[in-house]
């Protein structure tokens, strides 16, 4: 017994030394498997998606993800738990960014201007690496970085299927909105009265709006206050200390500042006077569409052409629809006597889905197994390109 119980220390031990982790074995004889011709191994997964988390630390489609991959690399992968790999922090090397400490012995780190975001481990997103590091001295945390990019923020689509529509002399559908008053923010910058508003809005104009917030969209903000962002140093100079947390500001000059205190440096350095216009980036102003500066010629039937350069610089129209340039889409107005305005500059959307799926031509009966998600404007999250481009097939 004695022997028992020392042996079974030493495989505690061993695989603690070896970094070994239990898991929960996954029940493989539930998927058919069998070797191919050519002598690889196959297991018959299903296509539904319900990630797992494997004891190596990847992220599989489903459990079967998990048999497939240990028959084709003889591994003893288990799995760890239900849905994605939680990511690892990241420590961040503070080391090699320079500091000084003010008169009243807080510790400054001076950080480059350089916009590269980093989501921590607080949830804020952060300038860069550095805006991390000037936090923690500042504040005497012990954040770390959590991804590269900016936090992700899940805010639910609308559910429009759920408001009626009707036709009026065979006209555009229009939505059946209740007359109820809980404002919400739409991407586009304006209020909406409801939810509903929003689905209105994009079944009238084909546009692909969605709610920012609930409530009004911040209009009008209140003056900044920037003394509070002013440090004298240990030599006298006086500097502005901004924290280097990413939450964007919209200045009058139709310029986008990281954040409040960004606008005051700008103001401070420059001695301009800036203030601020409203939370968040500023909203791109598309002019209207002006199709008098392009010139045109009538043919001997008496249709009228457009001539058009062969720059390609595209413009998405309000029908949704990508045209190469502001010219092409006169010249689409002027031969089918539409009025089509420019949403936006760049391409539409759903051009971008096209050209993701460039040369896949039908539904493909096989999809590999990895793991690289996919998040579909219809809100649901594919495995891989493969699954992704299926669906919009």
Request: charged share 25%; net charge negative; proline share 4%.
């Amino acid at each position: 017994m004695r022997m028992a119980g020392q042996l079974l220390k030493v495989v505690l031990a061993l695989c603690c030394f070896a970094g070994i982790a239990f898991g929960i074995e996954v029940d493989c004889s539930l998927y058919a498997s069998g070797i191919g011709k050519d002598g690889t191994s196959w297991v018959a997964c299903p296509r539904d998606l319900k990630p797992v988390c494997g004891t190596d630390g990847s992220t599989y489609s489903n459990e079967c993800g998990i048999c497939l991959y240990n028959r084709e690399h003889g591994a003893n992968i288990e799995k760890e738990h239900d849905g994605e790999c939680r990511p690892k922090h990241i420590a961040v090397d503070c080391s090699k960014y320079p500091s000084t400490v003010s008169k009243d012995g807080r510790t400054l780190v001076a950080c480059p201007r350089i916009l590269s975001p980093v989501c921590g481990t607080d949830g804020f997103t952060y300038d860069n690496e550095c805006g991390i590091c000037a936090h923690n001295a500042e504040e005497g945390t012990h954040v770390s970085k959590k991804h590269y990019g900016k936090c992700r923020q899940e805010i639910p689509d609308i559910d429009c299927d759920q408001y009626p529509t009707r036709r009026i002399n065979g006209s555009k559908p229009l939505v059946r909105c209740p007359r109820i008053l809980l404002p919400v923010c739409g991407t586009d910058g304006f209020t909406y009265d409801n939810e509903c508003g929003i689905c209105a809005h994009n079944l009238q104009h084909g546009t692909e709006v969605k709610k920012s917030h609930d409530g009004r969209c911040k209009e009008k903000s209140t003056p900044l206050d920037c003394t509070q962002y002013l440090r004298d140093t240990s030599n006298g100079e006086a500097i502005t200390a901004c924290p280097f947390i990413l939450q964007e500001v919209c200045g009058t000059d139709g310029v986008t500042y990281s954040n409040d205190c960004s606008l005051c440096a700008h103001n401070i350095q420059l001695g301009t006077s800036v203030a601020k216009k409203h939370d968040g980036r500023c909203a791109e102003e598309v002019p209207e569409l002006d199709c008098s500066k392009y010139r045109t010629s009538t043919l001997k039937d008496g249709r009228q052409l457009m001539a058009c350069t062969m720059i390609y610089s595209p413009v998405c129209a309000t029908n949704g629809v990508t045209y190469a340039s502001e010219c092409t889409l006169c010249a689409h107005n002027l031969e089918h006597r539409t009025n089509l305005g420019k949403r936006k500059n760049g391409r539409c959307e759903e051009d971008i889905t096209k050209e993701h799926c460039r040369g896949i031509e039908q539904v493909s009966p096989i999809c590999t197994m990895e793991y690289i998600p996919h998040c579909g404007s219809d809100g649901e999250t594919y495995g891989n390109r493969c699954l992704f481009c299926n669906a919009y097939l």
